[in-house]
């Protein structure tokens, strides 16, 4: 081998490789360098995020709408805070990975498992919230009639509070009259073997809108938004005819197929995009976790530095990062 | 092994004795901006919701002038409030707790522009297409029809 390689005598000088304009090792920036393609990973799914809004931009549902539960506290209307507490809990945890880190500095073993423990556990809180979050957002609360256009009809009535007239929203529980249900679902045991069927809708639209036509105080609002930034609230005769003439099929909750809150896509967006850094959540828990028992057996200890919990916590940062961005546009804008 | 920390944030404003200090003072810093976002995001006050200066009207120089000014024409103060906000926050995770400020200045900007410069570029595309999209799809003259 030696022969292949000619020695220059220039080793240790500029030309030879002797200046390094970085003065970074080579496994961070590495782990830089991913960190600007995962960002641009993310960032072209936010930019399609943002290019579908604009699209729909006069009928978005508005988030406030949408994310108001916090667990434990049932039928409460409370926007923003469960979201601002998940927000807290990871930037919560980015600072006790940087403790870690510079623990790691001082080369203090004790301090770093501490640290990098309580990292790993923010983590885990984190996940569990969106998962939660998922949770409620799949199972929906008001209920909708879907339009033959794909379009969303929500209920409601206008109650005043505090001398104002606001719109409450109705659970079609609420008022919708069960018949005996019309058709029974498609399963295999009972008809072709080779074809299924999704659940059916927990009513037929006939059955929402003779519950409508009976209750004389619900109206429907639209998934448009007006010029006042509410969603536009149709009148009583108005609301009979959207129902009768155009509805197609009633939703509750959300999935990639439809949503209650209004256009399909917002949901098709949060599941990937929540879901993709829920992803990135979990497997940076696990490499956490890993990182963590190679400190209790002492293996950076042998090798004279913790670079690596350096390295795991840029990432770690970085998922931070990103989650800042996802709750500006996904709660916030 | 050295490792030497650039203590202080806000261009010398805020100096701190330790690396420790730095960072929960960074915490602190975070907590407060993060909690200024939920405060506004809840209450939503009404002076921040309608933009406040209208569209040019009026040739070229109209035109020039509104893409310059686009932030305040086209958005709402609320929403540009909150967009500054989350940059505010992006730079003090990257330069604090992923210690961008002790890097090289070569390193911070073979990170930092290349990401910025593509990402503008990305969001500049599809937003202009999303809203010519919009106009196509839901405008007086649109020819699809999609609400029925």
Redesign the interface.
Known sequence: MDSTVASTGTEGKTWGGGNKPLVASYGKMMMWFFIVSDALTFSGFLAAYGFSRFKFIKEWPIADEVFTHVPFLHGQELPMIYVAFMTFVLIMSSVTMVLAVDAGHHMNKVKVTLYMFLTIIGGAIFVGSQAWEWATFIQGDYGAVQTKGGNILQFGEYVTVDGEDKFKRISIDDFAVHHSTERTQHQRKNGLWFVTEDPLPPYSVNEIYEGLAANSNILVRTQEINDEGHKTVLSREESLKWVKNNGQLVVKGANLKVNEYGTALFADFFFFITGFHGFHVFSGVVINIIIFFNVILGTYERRGSYEMVEKVGLYWHFVDLVWVFVFTFFYLV | ?A?EHKLEIFRGLWKFKS??QK??GV?AF??FV?AI??VL??YKPDVL?HTWIDPLEGGFFATIGNIILSPFVYMKPL?LI??LL?IV??YY??W????MRD??K??RR??VW??VF??CY??F???Q???Y??EV??TEDALI????
Do not use: C, P, Q
């Open positions: 092994m490792h690396n420790t960072i929960w915490l975070l907590t993060t976002e939920v995001g809840i919701m929403n909150f967009i989350t926050k992006a995770i990257t604090d707790f992923m210690h890097e090289t070569a390193l073979m990170v290349t990401s593509l990402i990305l969001i595309i599809l937003l297409e999303g809203g999209v919009y799809y839901f029809k999609r609400d029925f």
